[in-house]
Nanobody, 121 residues
Framework: QVRLVESGGGLVQAGGSLRLSCAAS????????MGWFRQAPGKEREFVAA????????FHTDSVKGRFTISKDNAKSTVYLQMNRLGHRDTAVYYC??????????????WGRGTQITVSS
């Protein structure tokens, strides 16, 4: 069974930092690429960052480049999203996702429940 559990969300002041974690079942983590998506109120879900199974290839959407960093710890079956210099535009529900395949490119079929991040003034 595929299980993804996000943690680390919450309320943060503009300019601050947060680190999201996504704990995956070992079966999910083995051989799967992982990603982070977000959805702000009234907007479509946005692809934020992703990492290949090996960790040697990553993707960050333009709006977070230089501020967010995706990484993974295979020993802990956990993917992280380090978020720095947060702004109001980053307020959203953040979802961890996994896909069948080692490349981060492609359709993601497994999803966590999401964790809310709210950036305040």
């Amino acid at each position: 069974q595929v299980r993804l559990v996000e943690s680390g969300g919450g309320l943060v002041q503009a300019g601050g930092s947060l680190r999201l974690s996504c704990a995956a079942s070992r079966r999910t983590f083995s051989g799967n690429a992982m990603g982070w998506f977000r959805q702000a109120p009234g907007k479509e879900r946005e692809f934020v960052a992703a990492i290949s199974w090996s960790g040697d290839s990553t993707f960050h959407t333009d709006s977070v480049k230089g501020r967010f960093t995706i990484s993974k710890d295979n020993a802990k079956s956990t993917v992280y999203l380090q978020m720095n210099r947060l702004g109001h535009r980053d307020t959203a529900v953040y979802y961890c996702a996994a896909r069948d395949g080692k490349s981060w490119r492609g359709i993601y079929g497994y999803w966590g429940r999401g964790t809310q991040i709210t950036v305040s003034s």
